[in-house]
């Protein structure tokens, strides 16, 4: 029955879009495609093809071709739905879900929220007036790994924790930024602390606590882009312990790492994997039943980006239907946000930066284009 399921539209055919396609198809049941948006028309009919696809293989009954749209706002205005998926590029996501929770249609956005934070904290303000919810896909924190890890830190099993350390070793040839025009850019992307590694920047922050001060170097050394390729930096947690972020993508030949190992008085924890996905140490002072299901929880993803764009969707369900609370809402992303912002800060003025920081606001390009 079509009209109990919740409506979904979704701008931005992309490549991640794929996953948002893949989740939507997986909840049948529950959740339908209704509309799909693009610039390009061909991206948009490739999408709708997808989700009928997809969506025929997970069940029974017959599905409704998404239909298409070339502008968000004729989508906005032309159609009922109850939630917009945006996989725009990253500097859109704000506009775009403030569009949405204008017609009070919930907004679930790609990671970051955008890259800055006053337009971050307007799509905030937008949807608590609008009184829809903001979900920021943080699918990592859903990984069977990390949820071990996330539950054994809650049961305090590392007693204090000194430090957190986190590894992103990939590899992004310049044909992929070359993809598309947005990529790399201040404007629209950010560089590798914004796009590739915001899940570990995530990760840092929400395994580790509020961040007290940070302090970053970056550099652009293999690619032709505007934004950091590579960079190192290192924060202290307002509970006293250090934290530090590598990131690259010019690893060669291609991805090896994407871990964060927790270091405590009474346990060591880290997990690894090309993205977070097998646990390589798992030891603490006291056993707890949890130890059994340190190696059954590890996994092989078919990529980065694993499978939790669908674990995500589950919860956006659950939540929709009264049923659970949001994995990570507006101020938990914006959380990411703006650690990474205090990051470029510190790169760009060789300062530490003190969070939370009133001088953090948007991604000055005309600063990083200078050097
Ligand atoms: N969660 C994850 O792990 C993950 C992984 C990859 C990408 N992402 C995020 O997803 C977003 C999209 O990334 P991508 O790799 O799919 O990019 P992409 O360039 O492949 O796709 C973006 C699409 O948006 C369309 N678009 C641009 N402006 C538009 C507008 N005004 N209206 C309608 N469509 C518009 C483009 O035509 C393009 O098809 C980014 O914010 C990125 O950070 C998240």
């Known amino acids: 029955m079509t009209s109990q399921k919740i409506k979904f539209g979704l701008v931005g055919c992309g490549r991640i879009s794929s996953r948002h396609i893949a989740a939507l198809a997986a909840f049948r049941e529950n959740a339908v495609l209704t509309c799909v948006c693009d610039l390009i028309a061909d991206r948009a009919a490739i999408k709708a093809a997808e989700y009928i696809r997809e969506a025929s293989c997970r069940g029974k009954g017959s599905i409704m071709k998404p239909r298409i749209y070339l502008n968000l706002d004729d989508m906005l205005e032309n159609e009922d739905i109850d939630v917009l998926s945006i996989c725009t590029p990253s500097g859109l996501h704000p506009i775009h879900g403030i569009k949405a929770a204008g017609k009070h249609i919930h907004v679930l956005t790609e990671k970051p929220m955008g890259i800055d934070l006053p337009s971050a904290d307007k799509l905030i303000k937008a949807c608590e007036e609008n009184e829809v919810r903001l979900f920021v896909m943080m699918q990592n924190r ?87 390729d590579t960079g190192s930096a290192v924060i202290r947690y307002k509970s006293g312990a250090i934290g530090s972020l590598n990131v690259t993508m010019l690893t060669f030949p291609r991805n090896v790492e994407g871990s964060i190992s927790v270091l405590g008085e009474k346990g060591t924890v880290k ?101």
Not at 207 to 223: N, Q, W
Not at 323 to 341: I, M, N, Q, T, Y
């Open 142 to 228: 859903l990984n069977s790994t990390v949820r071990l890890l996330k539950r054994s830190m809650d049961k305090g099993r590392f007693g204090r924790i000194h430090m957190l350390l986190s590894n992103v070793l990939w590899q992004r040839p310049q044909s992929y930024y070359d993809q598309a025009p947005w990529r790399g850019t201040w404007e629209m992307d950010g560089g590798a602390f914004c796009n590739q590694a915001i899940h570990y920047v995530d990760m840092l922050q929400w395994l580790g606590g509020p961040v007290e001060t940070a302090a970053a170097l970056t550099g652009t050394l293999g690619r032709q882009i505007e934004a950091e």
């Open 271 to 371: 997990i690894g994997g090309m993205a977070l996905n097998r646990i390589e140490k798992w030891e603490f002072e006291t056993s707890d039943d949890d130890d059994l299901l340190a190696a059954e929880s590890c996994y092989e993803p078919a990529d980065v980006y694993g499978y939790g764009h669908t674990a995500y969707y589950s919860n956006v369900l659950d939540v929709l239907g009264g049923k659970a609370e949001p994995c990570a809402d507006g101020p938990e992303g914006r959380k990411s946000l703006e650690l990474v912002c205090a990051i470029y800060r510190s790169a760009r003025e060789g300062e530490v930066v003190f969070l939370p920081d009133d001088s953090i606001n948007h991604i000055d390009s005309s600063i990083y284009m200078t050097r």
